[in-house]
């Protein structure tokens, strides 16, 4: 391993997950030695899509984990939330082994998967739906999310009457009606164009300092990690993806479009990439 | 460093509304273009009815045989004024009813477990496979043996006819569920219960009403053939004893109203498909 510019590995890997979470302070994320492998269908042989994974979120933090397209992050987001299982390593939340999903944490899924035959409210609601949250209620929570995410007016509208950018927003509610701690996003933005994706970063910015949630961010872009967390998580590129920096970003908030003109923005985004291109090249 | 946090959010703003006028229709000839489907439809139809009738009235085919519109109407009103028009009418709609009814509760049944369960798919699929490769309407004079020539073989006969495509359609309904949408029910906890109901049920309806849709249809030409071939009423049996009689407008009478209750519960399937269906993204607007 190349270039480790802040070592973050503590000692940890023979204490319990309770015990390694308690040291973090209650409401984080610790992913301990994580490794994930996926048994193919094909030839039954197993691929490895994480291969060595540790950091943490602490709580009401906004960290973001970049790394190379096809380097695990997805895997890596899946695992967090529960639906897929970590072949090796320990991972907690709020004290508690991840071992199911559960509602203290939800998903913003990469391709917005909403369902296709329900109308806006009803795709937000449909978390509280689960909880058997009484239908009443579950509709003005949901309202009151609708109209967070700036989509007031369009309550009655199926997916495919809505823009890509509109669709996330449903995607975004969707996760934050339940209240969860944790909010695991994956690429949300990466399909929508240049613009739309800065009014997104801005309106994720304005909402998460509204609710205070703790959130694990997933991109391949570097900008939008810098822009966006309070830590940069970077992954080397995969097969078998370690850890490779851990990036404090120390900008004030609330955060401007302009913070990504300045030389300190340019420079850490800079050292990131280095990090993964040195990475890269380590390994081949 | 100037600031971007609006308290209120970025409200999406609705698409224009498309200006009624690009669209209004002025004038007959876009009454009639509007209207093109209908109008062009009954004209085909009075066109051939209207051939058949010069037809027969000329001559050019022999009239005992070949009947007309005329004729066919003439035997309808006798059919079911003094004849047994609305027995016959009575009994093929038990026989279909009972044995379509019958065939929806296994094959929406069956046809969900095989989708849902591996194991049951592979229990059930070679008997499904062999069942609807079956001639299944040569099993007539069997089924006569077993239940008698009465309602109950003819039940067995749509009902057989009936359940396979519904099977069939069901189960590859059910198996489609979208990967992605079962993660996201997953990943708010959703119980087996709710991700049936919620994802993998409506996932399915396009494929089901389709099997409904070719159930219909294999139902009644089960009900007519068997009638046809063993029966003491029905439709299927006036068209056999008129057939034998010459009586060729009587036995048009009676394929015309198998058709009509075809098509009339097609419509209708159509309909209750069009009100599921609201969420579909409408080809060419
Ligand atoms: N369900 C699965 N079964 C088998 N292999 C999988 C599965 N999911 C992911 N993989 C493999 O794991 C590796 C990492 O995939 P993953 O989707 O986590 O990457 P990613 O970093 O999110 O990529 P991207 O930036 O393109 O979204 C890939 O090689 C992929 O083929
Ligand atoms: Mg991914």
Known sequence: ?284 | MATVTPSKPAEAVPADVADDDDVAPRGFVEFLRKRQRVLLGVLGAVIVLASWQICSDLKVVNPAFSSSPWEILKAAKDYFNGGDGWAALRISAIEFGLGFVLSLAVGLIVGMAMGWWRWCEFLVDPLVNFGYAAPRIALVPLLVIWFGIGTPSKVAVVFLSAVFPIIINTMSGVKIADASLVQVARSFKASRLQLFRTVVIPGAVPSIVTGIRLGIGQGLIGMVVGELLASTAGLGYTIETAGNNLQSATMFVAVFLVSGIGVLLTQSIRVVEHRLDRWRPKVGG
């Open chain 1, 1 to 284: 391993m190349s270039e480790v510019i802040e070592a973050n590995h503590r000692p940890v890997r023979d204490v319990s997950a309770t015990a390694a979470s308690t040291q973090a302070g209650p409401g984080a994320l610790v992913i301990d030695h994580v490794g994930i492998t996926f048994t193919a269908r094909r030839d039954n042989k197993r691929y490895r899509a994480i291969k060595d994974v540790s950091f943490t979120v602490r709580e009401n933090e906004f960290c973001c984990v970049v790394g190379p397209s096809g380097c695990g992050k997805s895997s890596l987001l899946l695992a967090v939330a529960g639906l897929v299982p970590a072949s090796h390593g320990e991972m907690s939340f709020d004290g508690n082994r991840i071992v199911s999903p559960e509602r203290d944490r939800a998903v913003v899924f990469q391709s917005a998967s909403l369902l296709p035959w329900r109308t806006v409210i009803a795709n937000v609601s449909y978390g509280l739906e689960m909880m058997k949250v009484p239908r009443r209620e579950a509709r003005e929570r949901s309202r009151a999310i609708v109209e967070l995410v700036g989509l007031k007016g369009f309550e009655g509208h199926y997916p495919h009457e809505l823009s890509g950018g509109m669709q996330q927003r449903v995607n975004l509610a969707r996760a934050l009606v339940a209240d969860p701690q944790l909010l695991l996003m994956d690429e949300p933005f990466a399909a929508l164009d240049a613009q739309t994706r800065e009014v997104m970063q801005a309106e994720l910015l304005r909402i998460w300092g509204q609710m205070r949630k703790s959130v694990m961010f997933v991109t391949h872009q570097i900008d939008e990690a810098v822009f966006l967390g309070d830590r940069v998580i970077v992954l080397s590129k995969g097969p078998g993806t370690t850890i490779a920096d851990i990036v404090e970003v120390n900008f004030p908030r609330p955060r401007s479009e302009e913070v990504k003109r300045t030389p300190e923005f340019l420079a850490l985004v800079d050292r990131i990439w280095n990090c993964i291109r040195s990475g890269a090249t380590a390994q081949n």
